[in-house]
């Protein structure tokens, strides 16, 4: 299998919002409630904690999904990380829904997971600690995001492509971040 062809079925599998399918589910269409947001946070907003849970759950398995394609077709992590990032976009931007998609923290969450688990470990930890000094989840996901990338650039060169959708997911939480700052 070709990279490219690898590449664009991540981004396909990125582009399916388990959102809509639990609003669906619900009857409601999720791209018109709160935030319009297709992902975990306006799930359980709109329709409770259980949306909510299984909407991060799918969300975290296409992450999974794309870098385990990617081991199981005998792709190098390098490869499995553009992968992520294809999944990524399509979930920040999927074609199906005129580029409108989630803010990927589950995704990148699964695919860390199952990528590097210590980056997911790192991740996680940054977060709670920013937590704990902002008493902001949006913050501390925002710092996490920061560290990521520095560790990226410093450890894990060949997880370069990441810092792409990073930015991407940072570019989708402006407003969340602005909102923490006032």
């Not at 259980?50 to 909407?55: D, E």
């Not at 923290?105 to 199952?114: F, H, N, S």
């Not at 520095?150 to 602005?178: E, M």
């Amino acid at each position: 299998m070709s990279i490219v062809l690898y590449s664009l079925c991540c981004y396909l599998v990125g582009s399916f919002m388990t959102a809509a399918v639990v609003g669906k589910l619900s009857g409601v269409s999720l791209a018109a409630e709160h935030s319009g947001n297709l992902g975990a946070r306006n799930a359980g907003r709109t329709l409770g904690k259980m949306a909510f849970v299984w909407t991060a759950a799918g969300d975290v398995l296409k992450g999974v999904a794309v870098v385990l394609a990617a081991r199981a077709l005998g792709l190098a992590d390098t490869v499995a990380a553009v992968g992520l990032t294809c999944a990524l976009l399509g979930h920040l931007y999927p074609v199906w829904w005129r580029f409108r998609g989630g803010k990927g923290v589950a995704t990148l969450l699964g695919g860390l997971l199952a990528l590097e688990p210590v980056l997911l470990l790192g991740a996680l930890l940054v977060m709670a600690l920013g937590y704990l000094v902002t008493k902001s989840l949006t913050l501390g996901f925002v710092g996490s995001v920061l560290v990521l990338a520095i560790v990226i650039v410093a450890f894990y060169p060949a997880y370069f492509i990441l810092l792409l959708v990073l930015a991407g997911i940072l570019w989708k939480h402006r407003t969340n971040i602005q909102q923490r700052w006032r």
